[in-house]
């Protein structure tokens, strides 16, 4: 029988968050974050799976994003702001503590509560993105780049050259992609392949062809990926997409010194003890974890890791659902014997 999912909203005086529930009422939490620029429906595969193991599955749609607020300064989005989001809706839910899960931009925002408010997190598993104690930040991902793939004097920034021209051309980055929302959808939601391994991505190019797609140009058309999505996770994403605008999403990338400031106020609590999973993706050519250092800062700082590596690219728990599944489980079974159902 399939699991019911439901539209909940929570409104406090600072913020709107909606969200997707799944399980039952009474059942231990988990929460999963999306990232850029995804919606809580990016969990659609995890949701049900989870709710059958007995767990209260929970998925917002983050700040900026679908059925929550989207306010208008780029320092709305910082992380302190979204974390205070999460903290409110953990109260809201009842829950003293709960099982985090993060992906993309969720990740840091998932690290971070770690961070800043470990008695609030039975546990975190974070896929892509790993930790980065002193914040998610060009600065502090620049240094750990593989300059094998990335020769500094071509490419300064490395694969992070896109978070760069956010903070230079804002206002271009976020025409670019809402120029065609479908087109943009169908571009960025692709699967991994092995065949671009120790190739430079186009991320660590886009200040030098002037935009995403060149100046002022569109997305380009392209076939639906259907290995990743169907014709109704597109639709979901367009629309979302083209109400919302990219204002939002693309503001999570414009408050570094705000969110290194706000790790450095938890330095004392870098080094994480709750158990954390962190999931590799063998295809993912920006956030590249496998052959790089990105991964290094995670290892020092986190006392129970366990890692695991999964043939995909970025989008790891919609194009390898059963893989992702797997390893949550195998990971809550090992590490929470008490609060598995």
Known sequence: MAVAITEETLTTPRHTTGFLACGPADGPLMIFVHG???????????????????????????????????PGRHEDYALQEIVADMIELLDHLGAEKTVWVGHDWGAPLVWSLAQQHPDRCHG??????????AGFAPENLIPLADRTVYPEARFPAAQWDYQLFYQENFPAAVAGFEANVRNT?????????????????????????????????????????????????????????????????????????????????????????????????????????????????????????????????????????????????????????????
């Open 185 to 341: 959808v169908r571009l960025l939601f692709r699967r991994g392949s092995p065949d671009g391994k120790g190739q430079p991505v186009l991320t660590a190019m886009v200040r030098a062809i002037g935009g995403w797609f060149g100046p002022g140009a569109p997305a380009p058309e392209l076939p639906r990926d259907e290995t990743v999505l169907t014709q109704e996770d597109e639709d979901r994403y367009t629309a979302a997409l083209e109400r919302n605008g990219f204002f939002g999403p693309d503001s999570w990338y414009m408050n570094p010194a705000a969110n290194i400031a706000y790790a450095e106020r938890a330095r004392h609590q870098w080094r994480l003890t709750m158990p954390a999973l962190f999931l590799h993706a063998a295809y993912d050519y920006i956030c590249e974890t496998t052959d790089s250092r990105l991964a290094e800062p995670m290892r020092e700082h986190c006392a129970n890791l366990t890692e695991g590596l999964v043939k995909s690219g970025h989008w790891m728990a919609q194009e390898q659902p059963a893989a992702v599944n797997a390893h949550l489980a195998k990971w809550l079974a090992a590490q929470f014997p008490a609060l598995w159902p």
């Open 124 to 133: 975190v598993a974070n896929l892509c993105v790993p930790y980065i104690p």
């Open 36 to 70: 850029w620029p995804e919606l809580s429906w990016s969990w659609r595969h995890q949701l049900p799976v989870f709710a059958g193991l007995g767990f209260r599955a929970i998925a917002p749609d983050m700040r900026g994003y679908g059925r929550s607020s989207a």
